[in-house]
């Protein structure tokens, strides 16, 4: 740090105010675009698991394997497959929400209670509404919890994927900042991928309370 | 409300086998509930009791046998439509959380696509029906207290009028003293719905209280006896049946009758606000039978006993004057609950209220005593007295 070069530089921010905007723009459409496929897939397979427990195993074996293989590494083995694009990120991304969405939704609907579902049947729910109607339903705040985590770590991980060329705030950090010793960026950057990720964390959970007004109702009890 | 009465459900050989084990869980079970009566299922665990109820609506599917409602077998009805066409109430209540009580006492009107108009009037009707606020409709089951729920699972039970009902140990997760009164309550409600209601539990004190015909049944599935409360104390069929009712036949007889069934005595009333002199007359001039005076609210429900000393000295009787804790009983109370909750006050008195709380009348121990004397309508008496039981 010189006087000539100070700590932050303000009027680089503002001069570049469109560019950061459209750095922020992709890193939040990855962001959602991973989790939501991410979630989608989850989903599909946490319902194939309460249909068939055994595969509870071999599935969440295979998310943790996705999970424990560092985000660098495999892009780099996706690279040769699909190239350096929006596809390539987009993979990696969506595969190391699996382990956390998978286990939270199993969890969830496991911690549907057991009265609440013989009731269901003892009434004359179907198979299917019984499912939508009642254990989604119930099972909703801790499968957004898992969002919410998965949301957060996602945001992280997309910062790496400027690597790979898919832009996001881990260009003004990566390729406009640390590669040209410029701090300022390097800052906006990282200052803007923690804002987004309290920001998704809080209208997650807002988004959470909203749709399950009964549980307030339980807290206050 | 409706006159619908109950349709007839009938037990047909039906036997229960699950597979890998030798001996049956139900086995070859045959007798019938007869429309709008009550039908408890009783026995130690292991009896097969909960099975036999929920064979019913085909939560359970018999190995043999049929099972008829109305004279239609059960397994000719799609499962699901089965269902909805009766009332089911389970201990844990199992309320829906993420539902209001108006939405979950909807749940099958909705299920059956009845108009959103028909769904909220019959909510509105069987909360008031099962003595809950309106206001009650908007909350949550979180917000209610355990008997609160188990009000609301009765009334979800019978939401779209079923004629058969099927309760497993309803109140066998309430305390004692709220059990007694959700029993009563729920009598006073059959009274006017008539459902034919198959009734589980292992409590023998509450088969006698709640049937109109009790089915003892052994381990293995196996009926022990089927008749009225009555008969079965008098003429147990089977040393299983004269061990599992207990060595206390002669205590448990008192069930039979109810707090209904007796002369109640009239209480020397008092009200906040009045002379205390006047009181202390009117207390003094009662018969020497009466040592306490009821001290009642407004709404003349009771407060507590007021003695000569508490209304010495002048001015106005105050509410603090009452010393609480009178047993409270309601005339469905059986006679043997009375005596235990008189028992165990210090006033061997009894004040009987109706289902609101308000003052009818006062129970003695010694009027129990004079009705046990005395025989109960149904009940050939217990006849000579017998050896006492080993006890296994």
Sequence with gaps: MTEDAPFFRVDWVVDNLPEIGRRLGEHLTMTVLAVAIGFAISFALALLIRRRPGLYGPIIGVSGVLYAIPSVALFALLVPITGLSLTTALIGLVSYTFIILIRNIVTALEGVPREAIEAADGMGYTRAQRLWRVELPIALPVIVAGIRIATVTTIGLVTITTLIGAGGLGYLIVNTGIRRFFDTSTYTGVVLAVALAIAADLLLLALQRWLTPWARAREAA | ?392
Excluded at chain 2, 8 to 36: C, I
Excluded at chain 2, 90 to 95: D, P, S
Excluded at chain 2, 186 to 201: A, E, M
Excluded at chain 2, 285 to 309: F, H, K, N, T
């Design chain 2, 1 to 392: 409300m409706q006159d619908a009465t109950g349709a007839v459900v009938a037990f047909e050989h039906v036997t229960k086998r699950y597979p890998g084990t030798d001996a049956p869980a139900v086995n070859d079970l045959t007798f019938a509930v007869p429309a709008g009566e009550i039908c408890v299922l009783v026995g130690p665990s292991g009896c097969g009791k909960t099975t036999t109820m929920k064979m019913v609506n085909r939560l359970i599917e018999p190995t043999d046998g049929r099972i008829t409602i109305d004279g239609r077998d059960v397994t000719r009805i799609p499962a699901v439509e089965l269902r909805r066409s009766i009332g089911y109430v389970i201990q844990q209540v199992g309320l829906f959380p993420h539902l209001t009580i108006g939405e979950n006492v909807a749940v099958v009107p909705r299920l059956l696509r009845w108009k959103p108009g028909r769904v909220r009037d019959r909510a509105d009707e069987l909360l008031e029906l099962v003595g809950l606020p309106a206001a009650y409709r908007d909350r949550y089951p979180s917000e209610l207290s355990g008997g609160e729920r188990q009000r609301v699972g009765v009334a979800r039970a019978l939401a779209a009028d079923p004629p058969v009902m099927l309760m497993d140990e309803p109140f066998g997760a309430v305390d004692p003293i709220r059990r007694e009164r959700l029993q009563n309550e729920f009598l006073r409600l059959q009274d006017r719905v008539r459902k034919t209601i198959i009734f589980v539990t292992h409590d023998v004190d509450e088969a006698i209280k709640m049937g109109d015909r009790i089915a003892v049944l052994q381990r293995g599935g196996i009926l022990a006896q089927y008749d009225t409360p009555a008969a079965v104390l008098a003429n147990p069929a089977s040393e299983f049946v004269e061990r599992f009712v207990g060595a206390d036949r002669g205590l448990k007889r008192l069930s039979l009758a109810r707090v209904r069934d007796l002369d109640l005595l009239e209480p020397v009333v008092v009200r906040p606000g009045e002379e205390r002199a006047e009181a202390r007359r009117r207390l003094e001039a009662a018969s020497d039978a009466v040592a306490y005076a009821l001290l009642v609210d407004e709404d003349e429900r009771p407060i507590g006993w007021v003695d000569r000393d508490d209304l010495s000295g002048s001015g106005s009787v105050d509410p603090d004057d009452a010393t609480p804790g009178a047993p409270t009983v309601q005339p469905e109370t059986t006679l043997r609950d009375a005596l235990s909750a008189l028992l165990a006050s210090s006033v061997q008195l009894g004040v009987v209220v109706d289902a609101r709380d308000r003052l009818l009348g006062l129970v003695s121990v010694d009027a129990i005593g004079e009705r046990m004397r005395a025989p109960v309508e149904g009940d050939p008496g217990l006849g000579e007295p017998r050896e006492p039981e080993e006890v296994a």
